[in-house]
């Protein structure tokens, strides 16, 4: 059974909609991903963290998404005006390093009608 | 064009057959490679680890790994129907290591009862 709890498991948006999805990683895990799954199974990293701070991210120039990891609060991330694209599943990971094992989530599937 | 590339993309094998999947990297940059496991409707699990040339043996399963043809491969011997999953290979590279994993596109394997 996943350690790493990710809430909604399915959340439906219209075009334009906000969607926010949130993750408590493993107890003990400093390092948190996201990753975006599409439907041909490509994975598509999006940003990691260690100790809230961010490790590394893809260029968000479209500045619809963000994330942050606040320390005593779920991870979270969010798309400000979602797109049919974006429609995926949302993977939240863990781990104890930023090199080790990753733990994954059961995912968030977003649709965008 | 993918970094990592898998295939079989799909294989199917009788229960208690040997099942032979790989991988192959690009980028000479890669030289960690995982295994994870995605069952339907849940999130990918961690089956092994190789970072270093040679074999490595986990109960059934056995990873390979050529670092200079960047070749992975696993088998999974004594297939069970609970190994019937989607199957992907993972790699991070040496330089500027945050932990970033880049994914294949997976192989399917189907286990026949």
């Known amino acids: 059974n996943s350690k790493v709890i990710q809430t909604p498991r399915y959340l439906v948006k219209g075009q334009g909609q906000k969607a926010k999805m949130r993750c408590i990683p493993e107890?003990?895990?400093?390092?948190v991903f996201w990753y975006q799954q599409n439907k041909n199974n490509e994975f598509k990293f999006l940003i990691n963290?260690?100790?809230?701070?961010?490790?590394?991210q893809i260029d968000m120039t479209e500045k619809r998404f963000s994330a942050e990891c606040p320390s005593n609060s779920p991870c979270s991330l969010e798309i400000q005006s979602s797109e049919a694209g974006d429609s995926a599943l949302y993977l939240c990971a863990s781990s104890l390093s930023s090199t080790g094992q990753l733990y994954f989530g059961e995912g968030s599937k977003l649709t965008v009608l | 064009q993918q970094k990592v590339q898998q295939s079989p993309e799909s294989l199917s094998v009788p229960e208690g057959g040997m099942a032979s999947l790989n991988c192959t990297s690009s980028?000479?940059?890669?030289?960690y490679f995982w295994w994870y496991r995605q069952h339907s409707g849940e999130g990918p699990k961690a089956l092994m680890s190789i970072f270093s040339d040679g074999d490595k043996k986990e109960g059934r399963f056995t990873a390979h790994l050529n670092k200079a043809s960047l070749h992975v491969s696993l088998h999974i011997r004594d297939s069970q129907p609970s190994d019937s999953a989607l199957y992907f290979c993972?790699?991070?590279?040496?330089?500027?290591?945050?932990?970033?994993?880049?994914f294949g596109l997976g192989t399917t394997l189907q286990v026949q009862p």
């Open positions: 963290f260690q100790n809230q701070e961010v490790l590394q």
């Open positions: 980028d000479r940059n890669f030289q």
């Open positions: 993972a790699a991070s590279g040496l330089t500027g290591n945050t932990g970033k994993l880049i």
């Open positions: 107890k003990g895990h400093p390092v």
